[in-house]
T-cell receptor
């Protein structure tokens, strides 16, 4: 079952904040976040593990609510370079990693 | 170190032809994934391997699709016969999966157009 992301798209001005949400109906082992620029491959941002451990970039933060199987990605003081499509990936204990439909983020000057 | 290498980068073929996409994962990685990306369906997982063994192929659309990983440094995704609805970008990704989960490293993708 594919995770559900919201919103589907968001437009920001430089310096504004955004939150992208991801929810799953399955018990999760971890949640991954990736960003994809147009015409390029997805690039890793962060992993959130069951139990609270996080691995990823210092400037990006995220949360993982294990009980609700939900995760949120927080983008603060957005820059033009933040533009792209953000994907959450949910991983089940067997190592299967599936992605949501993506959230398209546009940052305008 | 070289990243995940995919070939071909672009393929245009006619309906009914066989298509073979290739992937070389990052050396030392033990887990390999094949994804398909379209505007309508997003990034779909087709199949993944751990230590060269297929673990879950439930995302493979139908019998026309097959994937192999004969060794730790090579995988193929084959479509036979191809159809226009197979047109998409196909990504291969690899990672080191151990006691803890690891990040996925994606190849640049193979853009397939079936006429």
């Amino acid at each position: 079952q594919q995770p559900v992301q919201s919103p589907q798209a968001v437009i920001l001005r430089e310096g504004e904040d955004a939150v992208i949400n991801c929810s799953s109906s399955k018990a999760l082992y971890s949640v991954h976040w990736y960003r994809q620029k147009h015409g390029e491959a997805p690039v890793f941002l962060m992993i959130l593990l069951k139990g609270g451990e996080q691995k990823g970039h210092e400037k990006i933060s995220a949360s993982f609510n294990e009980k609700k199987q939900q995760s949120s990605l927080y983008l603060t003081a957005s820059q033009l370079s933040y533009s792209g499509t953000y994907f959450c990936g949910t991983e089940t204990p067997g190592g299967k990693l599936i992605f949501g439909q993506g959230t398209e983020l546009s940052v305008k000057p | 170190d070289a990243g995940v290498i995919q070939s071909p980068r672009h393929e245009v073929t006619e309906m009914g032809q066989e298509v073979t996409l290739r992937c070389k994962p990052i050396s030392g990685h033990n887990s390999l994934f094949w994804y398909r990306q379209t505007m309508m369906r997003g990034l779909e997982l087709l199949i993944y391997f751990n230590n060269n063994v297929p673990i879950d192929d439930s995302g493979m659309p139908e019998d026309r699709f097959s994937a192999k990983m004969p060794n730790a440094s090579f995988s193929t995704l084959k479509i036979q016969p191809s159809e226009p609805r197979d047109s998409a970008v196909y990504f291969c990704a690899s990672r080191l999966q151990g006691i803890s989960t690891g990040e996925l490293f994606f190849g640049e993708g193979s853009r397939l157009t079936v006429l």
